[in-house]
């Protein structure tokens, strides 16, 4: 096959006596490494995760806890520029046309060893082929397991796009498009694109414990799978034979504590050495402590609150227009996020080389409000409900406190709002079926491209697969996002995303709301965490000084 190609570069709590203890015994197979990382790292986290495979969730709770910990992507994203750079795929190619993508694939790279699974040979391209085959093809025996539903591929129409993966030989992988499609590298090395292991598959499909595949993961990161109790911990071993540098702590457990009071007492007793999302309320009197690091970053993020446009009233747009005007967001800026945030005009936060700065800054009006309400036939008003997260993210750090603000705002234009909650994976199940009118929620970035806001959150195939939260689709916003996926021109891209901007604003599926800071705390010994602007957390290069 000759193609003219376009070369591209490139137990709740753990004592830290037993953690020490366990890295002791641990030390007699790992290797060697300085006094201050022989031992274990604990991250208080806010959720039990939904499953242990990045491919089957959008849950920024889940991906923290096992993306970056556990797997590789074929491409990485640079923190500080969002460039894309080489992973497990040492450099890649793109024909002229755009439609076809080849890989080379890093040499000898191990996957993990487990109790459960002893690898024979390293990663090949047939890794690569079974990872992705399982989203694309329905025939593929591992395809349906966990409802068959893969989220984030779904909502970007991954089996529409892409025609075939295969492998030309074992270090080279070839992808077939069936369009040519911009974010297709982007989307590559979300941390949604984990690689998995075709030969502990076909162990499994054997022994017919295919289930296993997604809640006994074998990848081929930084550490490798212990122990997992549910709403209690999750455990992992450093990776031993690692392609990368190896991991600094022996051992990491995710100390699972949803109440934030809990998991800042833990960091205030060094039970814990990272905390997820401490509240921003509490920030100034965090940072006065010593043994406290508060780390800030500018994320790619964005808070909203979303419409069920499937259901009456919310199907009417003078309806939801009306709703936007009732909130009152400089107040909910100010006692959610405590200064924290930006207010938000699009899904796009300002950082973004797409971001349309020509928007109409979303106004205050409940005089307004009333009117288009009466225009749309609810003089008197509805009730309704809005659905509010039991945990905190980044994107908002307390929406129950911002659901009781809404539903005062609300009751001014004679709207009855009721405030729903439920255990954080109980929330996202019903949320997936759309039993919601409104839900306040959000999206982190997962790479630069700008179409990582529009697709998982707004289209048609997002719609249809539940990271859509509005249930919203039209045709005219996904003629725009497809127009910008044709051309690698960013000028050009720029205008369809533009034109998109404006069109939201009009339709007003859901309210933007701000786009966060994020924040983390760490104890003040530890060091090498840094807030990563696109997704997951990485902890393989933490450090602690245990003078």
């Known amino acids: 096959m000759n193609l003219p190609w376009i070369t591209t570069a490139n137990t709740r709590y753990l004592t830290r006596l037993w953690l020490l203890s366990a890295a002791s015994v641990l030390s007699a197979c790992q290797p060697q490494l300085p006094e201050t990382v022989r031992s274990g790292l604990v991250y208080c986290s806010e959720g039990s995760p939904e499953s242990f495979n990045p491919q089957l969730v959008t849950s920024g709770t889940t991906i923290d806890a096992i993306s970056q910990q556990l797997y590789d992507r074929l491409l990485d994203i640079a923190p500080g520029s969002g460039e894309l750079l080489p992973g497990l795929a040492l450099s890649w190619q793109v024909s002229d046309d755009g439609l076809v993508y080849q890989f080379t694939l890093r040499p000898d790279v191990q996957f993990h060893h487990t109790e459960y699974f002893t690898p024979s040979r390293p990663l090949s391209a047939d890794d690569v082929v079974f990872t992705f085959n399982r989203i694309m093809l329905t025939e593929h025996p591992f395809h349906a397991q966990g409802g068959a539903n893969y989220p984030f591929f779904q909502s970007v129409d991954w089996a529409g796009l892409v025609k075939s993966v295969t492998a030309p030989s074992r270090t080279q992988v070839r992808f077939t498009l069936s369009r040519p499609d911009s974010s297709f590298l982007s989307n590559l090395a979300t941390d949604f694109a984990a690689i998995l292991s075709a030969e502990y598959g076909q162990q499994l499909q054997a022994s017919g414990n295919l289930s296993r595949l997604d809640s006994h993961p074998i990848g081929t990161g930084p550490f490798r799978f212990r122990e997992y109790q549910k709403d209690v911990l999750i455990r992992y071993y450093r990776h031993r034979h690692y392609w990368r540098e190896l991991a600094k702590p022996e051992q990491l457990v995710f100390d699972i504590v949803p109440n934030n009071a809990r998991r800042m007492a833990k960091l205030f007793t060094h039970e814990c050495d990272v905390v997820a999302f401490p509240r921003v309320a509490e920030l100034s009197l965090i940072s006065q402590r010593p043994d406290v690091d508060v780390q800030e970053s500018t994320s790619m993020n964005v808070g909203f609150w979303a419409f069920n446009t499937a259901k009456a009233p ?206 983390q705390a760490i104890n003040s010994t530890i060091k090498g965490i840094q807030i990563n602007p696109y997704g997951g957390i990485a902890l393989a290069n933490a450090t602690k000084d245990i003078k």
């Open 314 to 519: 919310f199907n009417n747009v003078k309806v939801r227009q009306a709703l936007a005007l009732a909130i009152n967001r400089e107040a909910i800026l100010q006692a959610v996020y405590f200064g924290h945030a930006t207010a938000a005009n699009s899904v796009l936060p300002p950082t973004s080389w797409a971001y349309n700065p020509n928007l109409s800054a979303q106004q205050f009006d409940p005089i307004r409000a009333r009117q288009l309400l009466t225009e749309a036939g609810y003089a008197d008003g509805f009730s309704m409900d809005i659905w509010a997260m039991p945990v905190q993210r980044l994107y908002n750090p307390n929406a129950l406190k911002m659901a009781e603000l809404m539903q005062a705002d609300l009751a001014q234009i004679g709207v009855r709002a009721s405030i729903v909650s439920y255990e954080w994976n109980s929330f996202r199940r019903k949320l997936g079926a759309n039993e919601h009118d409104s839900v306040l929620i959000g999206w982190s970035a997962d790479n630069a491209d700008p179409d990582n806001f529009f697709r998982p959150l707004l289209s048609c195939s997002a719609a249809q697969t539940g990271t859509n939260r509005a249930n919203w689709c039209d045709e005219n916003f996904d003629r725009f996002i497809a127009q910008a996926l044709l051309t690698a021109d960013q000028k050009q891209r720029r205008s369809y995303y533009m034109a998109a901007q404006q069109y939201l604003s009009e339709q007003m599926p859901l309210l933007p709301i701000a786009h966060s800071q994020r924040f």
